[in-house]
């Protein structure tokens, strides 16, 4: 295996092999340390810098933000923790992004700078908040001195520091004087009862900019003097290579500056953006796919539904789950099939660059900064400590920018130093996709199989369920395997299933990995994404066998688990379950935990004149621990029902002959205005510590929806999407 | 080749193909990046601008063809349908990544200041062109309701 920095010469000869080893590095090999030099900002007169918290003299407090912010309200909500203990105003407060440093600012969950899996909240809470409390008792202490009076008789609220003298300081009064202080190693936070914003409201401090159209704000948006732009015509085929081509049209289009070979295909250099594209649109390229997928979705899925008739790898092994069920009085069989995915992040993937020749810089939304930072030194051949990565705001990514090869970073890296090759002076350079490029560029939730076979007894009580899926594992092979795969189990694949909390007798569960050269990735829940559709599904089927509501079933079926029972509840308390609903209305409920939030939403549908579904309404229950800012859990989970909502009616990527069919907004149809539904959210009030919100609200939208379809239609459907079954 | 366009109210000479989208000359030519690129064939709605008031993609929209009409940008609207409506987005807190927002509120402008109250049905009209792959929509429609009372008062 590779550890990334052990060779960091041979990549200086760009190659596709460079490409691969890359990507099969190991988080064992990053650098995970660095010496970054004092900013220049660090020694301003009268700042207060600490690392995740500046104070300024002009008053404004800088809170940094070490995790990206996609939409999903993250900085706001780091913002919330430092203000709270701090006591600054919210117009006092900014957020920025921290610079890559895995020594101060890695996920403390990862052991890397990184953003997923809803952790944010979770891995930050006592870290921003003791860095507020420790801020706040620095200003004290600094104030104290200046004033002569003892610590305890100053205050602070709302960012003024005042004293019973009638002495009072803004926090940025005090910042020079602070910074001279001790940092407290254990700084007293305060007791809930003494939150100011956590809890309550602390609006999203970005939303300004993003309604009027700030510059600067986006990848998209990058501006430098003398920037060029690149569009890349990379392989249609996945695994496939440039044979040949040839530039003389494309060189003809005014602005193109360059035209130029990269290990996974050619790049147009262009004065700006438009020239990039059409200059690219007259490239002619022969394609060698003599080592690409070349096969059809279908084909695909049929293999994975031949994968599920067979042993696996053992995820849960409960016993002799083929014998309970051959002595079962009933055998309930389903097989499901999904579709890859595309993230479809509003903003397609971009990143700028500027290499000299000794030092990078680079400016994108990047969400695993530590490995980003690793590929971009190797392939370069750059000390470690030679690359600065400026985070910005991401336009979306549902996953889409925490790839585990940074394979964004490698392809700019790759172009920088085939520009030095060629001549070109150095120069910024930011790579645009264009949406077909985003779409069609694979890293898609994978495809999946499921096949289930569950015993029931006489009295229609589960005795064994057994449960076969297949599929291609986002970790295996991956930066990611040596953290995530256990003894050759990816529980990333089964999550929500192999450990969930419903009595369903003897379980096993088997997985079966699929190859193929398409890149897939973590989609908004990951595994989730199928998992909860499965067994949401399958438990209304069970409940309708043993002739019982779908509600008071699962209530009866859930083990140990009062906060899943507890958000049932109050979903379908709130939905009005106990009455019927209104004439051509159906109901359908699923509740389901992921990233250590449990989330139940109850659908209203209804069915139009031709016989589409029309989502109505979804109430939905939330108990993601501590709530930090209430407003953004609803936000996050409105967001979830609509990103999965649209996933569950009409989306699907299909490939013929291996080339991908849905390329942009015409064929892979986004959820529109009109196919939303009213939600209501509840948040359960909770003192437990505070779990993502992120992604949880994604996962049971859709069996909520086919349960609804269900009691109305009898059946479940069993292959998304929905529009496949002509439903949308 | 040069081109005049009239946008936010200012005459700006540039060099642009007349073939070339109206979207990648006000983002790289003038900087105006308020303006997004999401899908380049008018199927997302996050290049909107107003032409001579009315919401039109600039993805689709060529160079050549708008010399003569008011173009208006999102850092350049104003009047009190867009004042209505950018409060009323900060007061909901509507955007979650915000890229889809400044074609967003394009629309919605253009939507007020034609139809003083829309109901929901008008909301999907004007609306249903405009993607938000975060799925603000909920509080899209409810920050135009918001805003139409703000015009009110
Ligand atoms: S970019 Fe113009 S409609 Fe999508
Ligand atoms: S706010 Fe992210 S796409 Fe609309």
């Known amino acids: ?728 | 080749m040069s081109v005049t366009l009239k946008i936010n109210g200012e005459t700006r000479t540039l060099d642009a193909d007349p073939d070339s989208p109206l979207l990648w000359a006000l983002r790289d030519e003038l900087k105006l990046t308020g303006t997004k690129f999401g899908c380049g064939i008018a199927s997302c709605g996050a290049c909107t601008v107003h032409l001579d008031g009315m919401p039109i993609r600039s993805c689709q929209t060529m160079v050549g063809d708008v010399e003569d009409a008011e173009i208006t940008t999102i850092e350049g609207i104003d009047g009190k349908a867009a004042e209505a409506v950018q409060a009323a987005w900060q007061e909901l807190d509507v955007p979650q990544c915000g890229y889809c927002q400044s074609g967003q509120i394009m629309a919605a402008t253009a939507l007020l200041s034609e139809t003083r109250k829309p109901t929901d049905e008008d909301i999907d009209f004007a609306m249903d062109g405009n993607v938000c792959r975060c799925a603000t929509y909920a509080r899209i429609r409810k920050a135009i309701h918001l805003a139409s009372d703000k015009m009110e008062g």
């Open chain 1, 1 to 728: 295996m590779l550890h990334l920095l052990q060779k960091p010469l041979e990549a200086a000869q760009p190659s596709r092999r460079t490409f691969l080893k890359v990507s099969a590095g190991t988080i064992g090999g990053l650098v995970l340390a660095m010496n970054l030099p004092r900013s220049a900002a660090s020694a301003a007169e009268g700042d207060f810098l600490q690392p995740f918290v500046h104070i300024r003299p002009d008053n404004t407090v800088v809170v940094l933000s070490k995790h990206l912010d996609k939409g999903q309200g993250t900085a706001s909500g780091l913002a919330t923790l430092v203000a709270d203990e701090l006591d600054a105003a919210h117009d006092q407060v900014r957020v920025e992004f921290a610079p890559s440093n895995p020594q101060l600012y890695a996920n403390t969950l990862f052991g890397v700078q990184g953003t997923g899996g809803s952790t944010a909240m979770a891995n930050s809470f006592m870290q921003y908040r003791q860095a507020g409390a420790a801020a706040k008792a620095m200003i004290v202490a600094a104030a104290a001195k200046d004033w002569g009076v003892p610590a305890s008789e100053i205050t602070v609220s709302d960012g003024v520091v005042s004293h019973g003298s009638g002495k009072s300081a803004t926090l940025g009064d005090l910042a020079g004087l602070a910074a001279g202080e001790e940092v407290p190693a254990e700084p007293v936070l305060k007791t809930p009862d003494q939150w100011v914003y956590i809890g309550k409201s602390f609006p999203r401090l970005d939303v300004k900019n993003k309604t009027v159209g700030a510059p600067n704000t986006y990848t998209m948006d990058f501006q430098r003097d003398g920037l060029l732009v690149a569009t890349v015509a990379r392989a249609p085929r996945f695994g496939g290579k440039v044979k040949s081509f040839d530039a003389s049209e494309a060189r003809k289009v005014p602005g193109v500056v360059n035209v130029l070979e990269l290990p996974n295909g050619v790049a147009v250099v262009a004065e700006s953006t438009w020239p990039a594209i059409k200059g690219r649109s007259l490239l002619e390229i022969e394609w060698d796919d003599s080592g690409a997928e070349t096969r059809s979705s279908d084909a695909m899925i049929a293999e994975l539904k031949e994968m599920t008739a067979q042993p696996g790898v053992k995820v849960r092994e409960d016993g002799d789950v083929d014998a309970v069920l051959e002595a079962s009085a009933k055998v309930i069989e389903a097989d499901y099939d999904f579709p890859f995915l595309a993230h479809g992040a509003m903003e397609p993937l971009d990143i700028a660059m500027m290499f000299d020749g000794e030092t990078a810089e680079l400016w994108f939304g990047s969400q695993i900064q530590t490995i980003d930072h690793n590929v971009a030194a190797t392939v370069l051949g750059i000390p470690f400590q030679n690359v600065r990565i400026n985070t910005l705001w991401a336009g979306g990514s549902f996953g889409r920018r925490a790839q585990a090869d940074a394979h964004p970073v490698v392809e700019i890296a790759m172009l920088a130093k085939a520009m030095q090759a060629d001549g070109m002076e150095p120069a910024p350079v930011k790579i645009v996709w264009t949406r077909e490029d985003d779409m069609a560029g694979g890293y898609y939730r994978p495809m999946s199989a499921h096949r289930i076979r569950v015993g029931l007894d006489a009295d229609n009580n589960v005795t064994a369920f057994k449960y076969n899926i297949a599929a291609k594992s986002i970790v295996k092979g991956t930066a990611f395997e040596a953290m995530l795969m256990k003894d050759g189990v990816d529980h990333n694949m089964t999550e929500g299933a192999h450990d969930t909390s419903y009595a369903l007798g003897l379980m096993n569960m088997d997985q079966t990995f699929q190859e193929t050269q398409v890149p897939v990735l973590w989609w908004r829940s990951v595994g989730h994404t199928h998992t909860a559709y499965v067994m949401e599904t399958m438990i209304d089927r069970l409940a309708k066998e043993a002739g019982k509501d779908p509600v008071a079933y699962r209530l009866e079926m859930i083990r140990d688990d009062p906060r899943k029972a507890n958000v049932l509840k109050l979903a379908a308390d709130k939905a009005g379950w106990d009455q019927p609903p209104g004439d051509g209305r159906y109901r359908g409920v699923a509740v389901h935990k992921s990233f250590g939030s449990y989330v139940a939403e109850v659908a209203e549908i209804s069915f139009r004149d031709d016989g589409t579904v029309k989502v109505e309404k979804v109430t939905a229950a939330v108990d993601c621990g501590t709530p930090i800012n209430p407003d953004n859990i609803v936000a996050q989970v409105e967001g979830g029902i609509g990103y999965g909502l649209g996933a569950i009616l009409r989306n699907q990527v299909t490939l013929v002959d291996g080339v991908v069919e849905e390329t942009n907004f015409d064929t892979y149809e986004p959820l529109r205005m009109s196919d939303m539904p009213e939600v209501e959210v509840h948040i359960v009030a909770s003192n437990e510590p505070p779990t993502g919100i992120g992604e949880p609200g994604t996962p049971p939208i859709g069996p909520a929806v086919a349960n609804a379809i269900a009691a109305a239609k009898g059946d479940w459907i069993t292959s998304l999407p929905l529009s496949k079954a002509g439903l949308v």
